[in-house]
């Protein structure tokens, strides 16, 4: 199946394939096995994969990639609209859409390159935003965003007698229909819309490891480190970093084309600098430039963001009841900043430290403890040899 | 020619806004070599400086006033501010009215000390490192600082008046000789744009007539060469990004009349004030200047009814766009000196 | 006919002629030096040859093909290498994968999407970039990342990543600049070397008289923008210009 591939990467793939498809069972203990939840952890996985492949591999920091997924959400949305509620032309166009834009703004963006490159795909994405929010309503349909009506055309549907919005489907599977079992006192929730997005995932997870390690990813980590000398040696960089540009925009209107197939709507805060950001910072977090820590980073930050938003007042006082009331009250007083409304300042807290002192993110920190500790390892049979000699 | 004065008029208060915090964003770039993505944060904590400023004027304590009774006939219970008990009422309630001037004096040591700890506790470690590093942090400190004004000012705008005195319009035109009631502008935009010429006026002449100056100067044009005549210039350049953010938190400070501030005004300016910066040129603060006044002026233009009507919503995306064609055509910006980032 | 030929090349920069009328022909399978004191317009007449400046009058052409107005990429996929003087290599990729990079592009051209196909099928690429690596006996290091090297083997890896191409014409700028005794010897036995194995026309700026002397040819002397000599070596050591020059400049 995964023919070219070494070793290593195919035990790669088939331990992800197990703990994507694996994800309701593994991740009920958390509290994260509702499909909602694993649905935005598969979705924001694909982005930050398609994100990696600019910023980790490419080393071109992109702070407007929300607006591919706004555009992605907006095409999955009006296809909903006009023709069918079946996925299948709503991703197509998701994702030409999407990749048509990243060609059209990544031309001019990539002419430069460095902060120039930052400020550039800011100025697109804010500019695109803008303008979903004012002339572009007849599309967008504003501040209120775009929705899916009872008299929507939807000429590929047989007429709709039901009296309510039909699910998107794949083929005539319900993406909203799900399996429910108790086992040990929980319930698994096997979801058609969570397989479907894993499904692709998966997919996305599987074409970025083959481009990680393509004649095509060398020149894009070449880029990444010296682009001048890559010149030198014959190779035209611009078509290089723009094919990546494409490609990881192309991801980004899938992840968008994909929300709104778990929830049929479109708004024009998708496309925000704060969204643009936070893929930023999953992929940091995750650790740019491999494979496992965009998707790592994307479910951290989407589980905690789930954890912390759900905090309130109530329940921090519940968990410190034993304290003394005036320390009980000091302590809720403090935490009540970084929890529910607060969530977003404990990520900004979150973010400087990764940036600050883990640079290469989760997986980087994991394998320098990993090392440690082998070295560690080795030193102390070292010397237990010299102790014993 | 009365309609192109007053959008040039109209330009002029945003103008100056992006001009100070463009000049801030310079002078920064120029001198650390740090793209501060956390300067729009600055701006809005001077903006947040005037509302905490009212917010200490008005604070009252209750007292009985005997000379009155509540429809009860119990005496009256009034709430009487600090500074009018301590000043006496007329006092009193002219220091409230005139809140948003004198956080002037309030916001320049709080911003001064709060670039100062920034530079010393943050960017100092992120000189050496790639500026993407130097980005995504300062990015994160503007949420962190956002995401704090928000915990404890909410996130709706905040009125924050200006002096009576300067309420209201004046009639501009009649003043200069066109027909009455055809340039009718607020006195507070007049204010804050003489009040932003001062300010840039100021920091110029800093630069050029001080001692101090001529090294950051020298520094700005190269760095190396300064630190190789021993001159500490570390130092001076973190005092350079206290003065930097003194100038953001000023034009936050004196803006809130005009627009009442809330939480993510700092990232709406930000966003357009680094455009400003790219068009200028990266490094002169001559062309932040120039460049915050043109585009302001430019978006007032782009938003008379008669462009959008012909162009409809364009006064959304006119900075981009201008931003764009320079970047393409002459990606040193208006002023900027040739090969410095132009790649 | 010589490979590279100069004809009339002139650049200015604000008020300093950097070049001033300046010829040079180089015959195919030489090598030719460039030497000349600092600022003499060494450095930028290298760069009009690689597409990084335009001369404002005159022509530069190689193997019959003008160069002038042609991007650095272009320039290389005619058969130009270039080393510089501060070692360019992809210090993040390992040894291995600096080589194969130069070869790709030698069989793929300036730009080919090859996102799918895996990079350990490309035998025949692994195999050249590995051979060229025993050539320079580097073969040993082939894994570590580049940026773990010594200045030295930086240099030779460099000249590995250039020769890995067969290129027809090879540019070095200052390949011993900044390096001790023993490097520079080793960096001129190094060419010496490759000179025997495979005759590649090579065009060396130097200031070091001890590499120029040693390896060159051919020798043209620049001063102050112009080509005051152009001759053998053992003419050039005596000639009463070049010491003007030379003692009226840096050295």
Same mark, same amino acid.
């Given at each position: 199946?995964?023919?070219?591939?070494?070793?290593?990467?195919?035990?790669?793939?088939?331990?992800?394939?197990?703990?994507?498809?694996?994800?309701?069972?593994?991740?009920?203990?958390?509290?994260? /096995?509702?499909? @909602?939840?694993?649905?935005?952890?598969?979705?924001?996985?694909?982005?930050?994969?398609?994100?990696?492949?600019?910023?980790?591999?490419?080393?071109?920091?992109?702070?407007?990639?929300?607006?591919?997924?706004?555009?992605?959400?907006?095409?999955?949305?009006?296809?909903?609209?006009?023709?069918?509620?079946?996925?299948?032309?709503?991703?197509?166009?998701?994702?030409?859409?999407?990749?048509?834009?990243?060609?059209?703004?990544?031309?001019?963006?990539?002419?430069?390159?460095?902060?120039?490159?930052?400020?550039?795909?800011?100025?697109?994405?804010?500019?695109?935003?803008?303008?979903?929010?004012?002339?572009?309503?007849?599309?967008?349909?504003?501040?209120?965003?775009?929705?899916?009506?009872?008299?929507?055309?939807?000429?590929?549907?047989?007429?709709?007698?039901?009296?309510?919005?039909?699910?998107?489907?794949?083929?005539?599977?319900?993406?909203?229909?799900?399996?429910?079992? @108790?086992?040990?006192?929980?319930?698994?929730?096997?979801?058609?819309?969570?397989?479907?997005?894993?499904?692709?995932?998966?997919?996305?997870?599987?074409?970025?490891?083959?481009?990680?390690?393509?004649?095509?990813?060398?020149?894009?980590?070449?880029?990444?480190?010296?682009?001048?000398?890559?010149?030198?040696?014959?190779?035209?960089?611009?078509?290089?970093?723009?094919?990546?540009?494409?490609?990881?925009?192309?991801?980004?209107?899938?992840?968008?084309?994909?929300?709104?197939?778990?929830?049929?709507?479109?708004?024009?805060?998708?496309?925000?600098?704060?969204?643009?950001?936070?893929?930023?910072?999953?992929?940091?977090?995750?650790?740019?430039?491999?494979?496992?820590?965009?998707?790592?980073?994307?479910?951290?930050?989407?589980?905690?963001?789930?954890?912390?938003?759900?905090?309130? @007042?109530?329940?921090?006082?519940?968990?410190?009841?034993?304290?003394?009331?005036?320390?009980?009250?000091?302590?809720?007083?403090?935490?009540?900043?970084?929890?529910?409304?607060?969530?977003?300042?404990?990520?900004?807290?979150?973010?400087?430290?990764?940036?600050?002192?883990?640079?290469?993110?989760?997986?980087?920190?994991?394998?320098?403890?990993?090392?440690?500790?082998?070295?560690? /390892?080795?030193?102390?049979?070292?010397?237990?040899?010299?102790?014993?000699? | 020619?009365?309609?192109?004065?007053?959008?040039?008029?109209?330009?002029?208060?945003?103008?100056?806004?992006?001009?100070?915090?463009?000049?801030?964003?310079?002078?920064?770039?120029?001198?650390?070599?740090?793209?501060?993505?956390?300067?729009?944060?600055?701006?809005?904590?001077?903006?947040?400086?005037?509302?905490?400023?009212?917010?200490?004027?008005?604070?009252?304590?209750?007292?009985?006033?005997?000379?009155?009774?509540?429809?009860?006939?119990?005496?009256?219970?009034?709430?009487?501010?600090?500074?009018?008990?301590?000043? =006496?009422?007329?006092?009193?309630?002219?220091?409230?009215?005139?809140?948003?001037?004198?956080?002037?004096?309030?916001?320049?040591?709080?911003?001064?000390?709060?670039?100062?700890? %920034?530079?010393?506790?943050?960017?100092?470690?992120?000189?050496?490192?790639?500026?993407?590093?130097?980005?995504?942090?300062?990015?994160?400190?503007?949420?962190?600082?956002?995401?704090?004004?928000?915990?404890?000012?909410?996130?709706?705008?905040?009125?924050?008046?200006?002096?009576?005195?300067?309420?209201?319009?004046?009639?501009?035109?009649?003043?200069?000789?066109?027909?009455?009631?055809?340039?009718?502008?607020?006195?507070?935009?007049?204010?804050?744009?003489?009040?932003?010429?001062?300010?840039?006026?100021?920091?110029?002449?800093?630069?050029?007539?001080?001692?101090? =100056?001529?090294?950051?100067?020298?520094?700005?044009?190269?760095?190396?060469?300064?630190?190789?005549?021993?001159?500490?210039?570390?130092?001076?350049?973190?005092? %350079?990004?206290?003065?930097?953010?003194?100038?953001? =938190?000023?034009?936050?400070?004196?803006?809130?009349?005009?627009?009442?501030?809330?939480?993510? %005004?700092?990232?709406?300016?930000?966003?357009?004030?680094?455009?400003?910066?790219?068009?200028?040129?990266?490094?002169?603060?001559?062309?932040?200047?120039?460049?915050?006044?043109?585009?302001?002026?430019?978006?007032?233009?782009?938003?008379?009814?008669?462009?959008?009507?012909?162009?409809?919503?364009?006064?959304?995306?006119?900075?981009?766009?201008?931003? %764009?064609?320079?970047?393409?055509?002459?990606?040193?910006?208006?002023? =900027?000196?040739?090969?410095?980032?132009?790649? | 006919?010589?490979?590279?030929?100069?004809?009339?090349?002139?650049?200015?920069?604000?008020?300093?002629?950097?070049?001033?009328?300046?010829?040079?022909?180089?015959?195919?399978?030489?090598?030719?030096?460039?030497?000349?004191?600092?600022?003499?317009?060494?450095?930028?007449?290298?760069?009009?040859?690689?597409?990084?400046?335009?001369?404002?009058?005159?022509?530069?052409?190689?193997?019959?093909?003008?160069?002038?107005?042609?991007?650095?990429?272009?320039?290389?996929?005619?058969?130009?290498?270039?080393?510089?003087?501060?070692?360019?290599?992809?210090?993040?990729?390992?040894?291995?994968?600096?080589?194969?990079?130069?070869?790709?592009?030698?069989?793929?051209?300036?730009?080919?999407?090859?996102?799918?196909? #895996?990079?350990?099928?490309?035998?025949?690429?692994?195999?050249? #970039?590995?051979?060229?690596?025993?050539?320079?006996?580097?073969?040993?290091?082939?894994?570590?990342?580049?940026?773990?090297?010594?200045?030295?083997?930086?240099?030779?890896?460099?000249?590995?990543?250039?020769?890995?191409?067969?290129?027809?014409?090879?540019?070095?700028?200052?390949?011993?600049?900044?390096?001790?005794?023993?490097?520079?010897?080793?960096?001129?036995?190094?060419?010496?070397?490759?000179?025997?194995?495979?005759?590649?026309?090579?065009?060396?700026?130097?200031?070091?008289?001890?590499?120029?002397?040693?390896?060159?040819?051919?020798?043209?002397?620049?001063?102050?923008?112009?080509?005051?000599?152009?001759?053998?070596?053992?003419?050039?050591?005596?000639?009463?210009?070049?010491?003007?020059?030379?003692?009226?400049?840096?050295?």
């Amino acid at each position: 199946m995964f023919g070219n591939l070494q070793k290593n990467d195919r035990l790669l793939m088939i331990f992800f394939i197990i703990m994507v498809l694996a994800g309701p069972i593994i991740l009920a203990p958390f509290g994260a /096995g509702y499909p @909602d939840l694993l649905q935005r952890f598969a979705i924001f996985g694909i982005f930050a994969i398609g994100f990696n492949i600019l910023f980790g591999l490419t080393g071109y920091l992109s702070f407007g990639h929300a607006a591919f997924l706004g555009v992605g959400s907006y095409s999955a949305v009006w296809m909903f609209k006009l023709l069918t509620m079946n996925v299948v032309p709503a991703l197509l166009l998701s994702v030409a859409v999407a990749g048509v834009f990243a060609l059209l703004i990544g031309y001019v963006s990539l002419r430069r390159s460095g902060i120039y490159f930052s400020i550039l795909t800011l100025a697109f994405a804010q500019m695109s935003y803008n303008l979903a929010y004012s002339v572009l309503t007849p599309i967008t349909n504003g501040e209120t965003g775009l929705q899916l009506n009872l008299n929507d055309p939807r000429i590929l549907d047989a007429a709709d007698t039901s009296g309510s919005i039909p699910s998107t489907n794949f083929f005539g599977l319900a993406m909203n229909s799900t399996a429910k079992f @108790d086992v040990l006192g929980m319930t698994l929730q096997f979801n058609v819309g969570f397989y479907f997005c894993a499904l692709i995932l998966i997919g996305a997870f599987y074409l970025a490891l083959r481009i990680f390690r393509s004649p095509f990813g060398m020149m894009l980590r070449a880029i990444k480190t010296n682009q001048n000398r890559l010149n030198y040696t014959g190779l035209n960089t611009r078509p290089y970093t723009l094919a990546a540009f494409v490609i990881s925009g192309m991801y980004a209107g899938l992840a968008g084309g994909l929300m709104a197939i778990t929830d049929p709507l479109a708004g024009a805060e998708r496309m925000q600098w704060t969204a643009s950001g936070e893929v930023v910072l999953m992929t940091i977090l995750g650790g740019a430039g491999t494979m496992m820590g965009p998707v790592l980073g994307a479910g951290f930050i989407k589980y905690f963001e789930n954890i912390f938003s759900k905090i309130n @007042d109530n329940v921090l006082h519940a968990w410190f009841s034993l304290l003394p009331d005036g320390l009980e009250n000091l302590l809720v007083g403090i935490l009540h900043f970084f929890v529910g409304k607060g969530w977003h300042l404990t990520l900004g807290i979150v973010f400087m430290l990764v940036v600050i002192f883990l640079p290469g993110g989760l997986v980087d920190g994991a394998t320098r403890i990993m090392k440690r500790i082998m070295n560690r /390892g080795k030193s102390d049979s070292a010397s237990a040899k010299s102790a014993a000699e | 020619m009365d309609a192109i004065l007053l959008q040039i008029l109209n330009g002029l208060d945003k103008g100056s806004a992006y001009a100070l915090i463009a000049l801030g964003l310079t002078l920064i770039f120029g001198t650390l070599g740090v793209v501060n993505f956390a300067h729009g944060a600055l701006f809005m904590i001077g903006a947040f400086c005037a509302v905490t400023l009212q917010k200490i004027f008005n604070l009252y304590s209750v007292v009985i006033d005997p000379t009155k009774t509540d429809f009860l006939g119990n005496p009256l219970k009034v709430k009487v501010p600090y500074v009018e008990s301590w000043f =006496g009422e007329v006092a009193g309630q002219a220091i409230i009215n005139w809140s948003v001037p004198l956080a002037i004096l309030f916001a320049i040591p709080i911003m001064v000390a709060v670039g100062y700890i %920034m530079e010393r506790g943050l960017i100092k470690h992120f000189y050496k490192r790639p500026h993407a590093d130097q980005i995504l942090v300062t990015f994160g400190l503007a949420i962190v600082l956002q995401e704090i004004i928000k915990a404890f000012y909410g996130a709706n705008p905040i009125p924050t008046p200006a002096p009576d005195a300067f309420k209201g319009s004046f009639d501009f035109g009649a003043i200069i000789g066109f027909a009455e009631n055809t340039i009718i502008y607020p006195y507070w935009r007049l204010i804050y744009f003489l009040f932003s010429a001062v300010v840039i006026g100021l920091v110029f002449a800093f630069l050029q007539f001080t001692t101090f =100056g001529m090294v950051v100067r020298a520094g700005m044009a190269d760095r190396e060469t300064v630190g190789l005549l021993g001159i500490n210039i570390d130092r001076r350049f973190t005092l %350079m990004f206290g003065i930097a953010a003194a100038v953001a =938190g000023l034009a936050g400070v004196m803006y809130t009349p005009i627009n009442p501030p809330n939480y993510h %005004m700092g990232m709406d300016f930000l966003v357009l004030s680094f455009v400003v910066v790219v068009v200028g040129g990266m490094g002169s603060l001559p062309g932040a200047v120039l460049a915050g006044f043109l585009l302001g002026i430019l978006e007032s233009f782009a938003s008379m009814n008669e462009v959008k009507s012909l162009l409809p919503g364009i006064d959304q995306i006119i900075i981009y766009l201008v931003a %764009m064609v320079v970047l393409l055509t002459r990606p040193r910006g208006l002023m =900027g000196r040739a090969g410095v980032m132009e790649e | 006919m010589s490979y590279l030929e100069v004809r009339g090349v002139n650049k200015r920069f604000g008020g300093l002629q950097a070049l001033d009328d300046v010829n040079l022909s180089v015959e195919a399978g030489t090598i030719h030096a460039i030497i000349g004191p600092n600022g003499a317009g060494k450095s930028t007449l290298l760069n009009c040859f690689v597409g990084k400046l335009i001369p404002d009058t005159g022509t530069v052409t190689f193997d019959g093909q003008s160069l002038l107005g042609l991007k650095p990429h272009e320039i290389n996929q005619t058969g130009v290498s270039r080393v510089f003087q501060t070692p360019e290599i992809f210090s993040d990729l390992s040894v291995l994968e600096n080589v194969m990079i130069p070869c790709l592009a030698k069989r793929d051209g300036a730009f080919k999407l090859n996102a799918i196909t #895996a990079m350990s099928g490309q035998t025949d690429i692994r195999e050249k #970039a590995e051979q060229m690596l025993l050539d320079v006996s580097m073969q040993d290091k082939m894994h570590m990342a580049a940026s773990s090297l010594s200045r030295g083997d930086k240099r030779r890896l460099e000249m590995a990543m250039c020769l890995s191409q067969d290129p027809k014409l090879l540019l070095l700028d200052e390949p011993t600049a900044g390096m001790a005794r023993a490097d520079t010897n080793n960096t001129i036995d190094l060419l010496k070397e490759i000179q025997e194995k495979r005759k590649i026309t090579k065009v060396v700026i130097e200031h070091d008289m001890h590499v120029v002397f040693s390896l060159a040819q051919k020798i043209s002397v620049l001063a102050q923008g112009h080509v005051i000599v152009e001759d053998k070596p053992e003419n050039i050591k005596g000639h009463p210009k070049v010491k003007e020059a030379y003692l009226g400049g840096a050295h």
